[in-house]
């Protein structure tokens, strides 16, 4: 079984610019998380899908970020325009109810560095 | 409000020596439990977890975990610790509507 995948692995933009992550859930997943990770804590929930619905996005600063996942399965989160202190690791998940399983997946994450 | 609260950031510990990462989370009719553990420059790994039944939950490396309802603990414990387990940990939890709430994570170092 495929993990989840997420693109690129790294990223360095300057500050203003826009930038987007892509995430592949794994299959049959029917909840999709993005999560900013800052250096040194852990992981913030930005926005949480089911499906193709939001399920929780209080945390997501919607002046400048936003998140679709509009087939229920890939998801993008794009930035714009970036500031210095979005550097930090973008991390995707992906959950099912179905097999009992109850934990996340994790992707491998996106590293931004914001100049 | 914190939902899951590690209070050590970090933890130094020599080799084969044991260990123990706090946990702690509020109260809530019905909870799971999680630990995830990161090694550097690599995403998060499921370690163990607690879904309902025996309160004492084990991995496959050596780490195990109690689920305290009366203390709302889930510690993380290991007899003896190799170089291998130095990582972060981050416990988790999950409520009702599939969100998870992460502590802020304990950085564990193993001392050769």
């Known amino acids: 079984e495929a993990g989840v995948a997420q693109s690129p692995r790294y990223k360095i933009i300057e500050k203003r610019q826009s930038v987007a992550f892509w995430c592949n859930p794994i299959s049959g997943h029917a909840t999709l998380y993005w999560y900013q990770q800052i250096l040194g804590q852990g992981p913030k929930l930005l926005i949480q899908f089911q499906n193709n619905g939001v399920v929780d996005d209080s945390q997501l600063p919607k002046d400048r970020f936003s998140a679709e996942r509009l087939k229920g399965v890939d998801s993008t989160l794009k930035i714009q325009p970036a500031k210095l202190e979005d550097s930090a690791v973008y991390l995707c998940a992906s959950s099912s109810l179905a097999g009992g399983l109850y934990e996340q997946f994790f992707g491998p994450g996106t590293r931004l560095t914001v100049l | 409000a914190q939902s899951v609260t590690q209070l050590d950031s970090q933890v130094p510990v020599f080799e084969e020596a044991p260990v123990e990462l706090r946990c702690n989370y509020s109260?809530?009719?019905?909870?799971?439990l999680f630990w995830y553990v990161q090694y550097p420059n690599q995403g998060l790994q499921l370690l163990l977890k607690?879904?309902?039944?025996?309160?004492l939950v084990e991995s496959i490396n050596g780490f195990e975990a109690e689920f305290n309802k009366s203390q709302t603990s889930f510690h993380l414990r290991k007899p003896s610790v190799h170089i291998s387990d130095t990582a972060e940990y981050f416990c988790a939890v999950r409520r009702t509507g599939n969100q998870f709430y992460f502590g802020t994570g304990t950085s564990l170092t193993v001392i050769p």
């Open positions: 607690y879904l309902s039944g025996s309160t």
């Open positions: 109260s809530s009719v019905s909870v799971y």
